[in-house]
């Protein structure tokens, strides 16, 4: 089955690491298309930083099997609190999970089709808010 892609969704899912582009479609001439896609997105480049943060964060597995990547890895804060210099959770802050809008490729009938999804990719301390 032939991946009908226009080059502007090509490009825009190549730039956020979804996939190597070998082949493009243009001007109702369609070009076999190849791809390279990540099938597994997670981020080990430091793999002991969530367990360091004052804000600690475990990764939970998303599946669905008609998107590409089919397997993500989401943030998940451990604690409401901060951990503080005493190793023991503050509560006078606050962890929050830093979320990305991320590019997909999720399945369709003939092809595939661009989707955005906000992904926690992990967290941080913050002070509460102070009103005025």
Known sequence: ?????????MLAASIFGLMIILGVECKNKL????????????VY????????SRSPWTYKIDQESRRVPEII????????????????????????PIKRKMIFLHKVKKGFKLKM???SVGCTCVRPRIQN
């Open 117 to 119: 999804k906000t992904v």
């Open 73 to 96: 890895h989401v943030a998940k804060c451990q604690h409401q609190g901060c951990i503080g210099q005493n190793g023991k959770e503050d509560l006078t802050f606050y962890s929050l």
């Open 31 to 42: 070009i076999k298309t190849s791809l390279q896609v990540a099938r597994d997105f997670h």
């Open 45 to 52: 480049e430091y793999p002991d930083v969530a367990k360091r």
């Open 1 to 9: 089955m032939p991946l009908k892609l226009n080059l502007r969704a």
